[in-house]
């Protein structure tokens, strides 16, 4: 049973630091990117990263950049998501996926399975 369990979230005031974690079990993932992605109340769900196998590739969203950084330990099979100087705008569930396929845009959802069930991040003003 494949299983992806994201934690780190809490209650944060803006301009503080939260790292997220997101780790896999039941299986490894071995050659696939993975990603993150955020859903705020009443909005859709939105991409925030993504990181290749090795690591040494990544993107992230225009809204993170700059103060989000992606990166993982395989030999963990975990996946992290170092978040600084967060903004009232980052309020969301944070949620953890594996890129499968390549189909699509890099950002979009449908690339990736295997969701995790998110952690709440929630960023005072």
Not at 66 to 71: N, Q, V, Y
Request: net charge positive.
């Amino acid at each position: 049973q494949v299983q992806l369990v994201e934690s780190g979230g809490g209650l944060v005031q803006a301009g503080g630091s939260l790292r997220l974690a997101c780790a896999a079990s039941g299986r490894t993932f071995s050659g696939y990117g993975m990603g993150w992605f955020r859903q705020a109340p009443g909005k859709e769900r939105e991409f925030v990263a993504r990181i290749s196998w090795s690591g040494s590739s990544t993107d992230y969203a225009d809204s993170v950049k700059g103060r989000f950084t992606i990166s993982r330990d395989n030999a963990k099979n975990t996946m992290y998501l170092q978040m600084n100087n967060l903004k009232a705008e980052d309020t969301a569930v944070y949620s953890c996926a594996v890129k499968t396929i390549a189909y699509y845009t890099t950002s979009d959802s449908r690339n990736y399975a295997f969701w995790g069930q998110g952690t709440q991040v929630t960023v005072s003003s």
